[in-house]
């Protein structure tokens, strides 16, 4: 389903393991294409829900939507910004069953 993305978004950058956070899709939009040719091998982005984010080309030109991928990737979602805030914030106290929002609020 194509709507625009539930911000924050959360990036993968799958070869070194860095992690990113956008909030404004204007910022989004950079990177996409900024890396849109090897987006797809390189890359993997969730939104604010947990799922898993394609961009068309058509975001490229100013289009807000993204294609939402089935399953659902919010266990997923949750474990990367988990260690992400306790890596960037250690003496953070985390609940093991914060959501998303929860989390996303500590960055």
Known sequence: M???PKMPVLELERETGDLAVYSDID???QIVEEFW???DQDFTFWDAEGFRLKFADSFLKG?????????????????LLHDYLHKRKPD???SDDATLSELYEQI
């Open 2 to 4: 194509k709507n625009p």
């Open 27 to 29: 910022n989004l939009r």
């Open 37 to 39: 040719d090897i987006l």
């Open 63 to 79: 289009s807000d939507d993204a294609e939402q991928l089935l399953p659902n990737d919010a266990a997923k979602v949750r474990a």
């Open 92 to 94: 953070l106290k985390i």
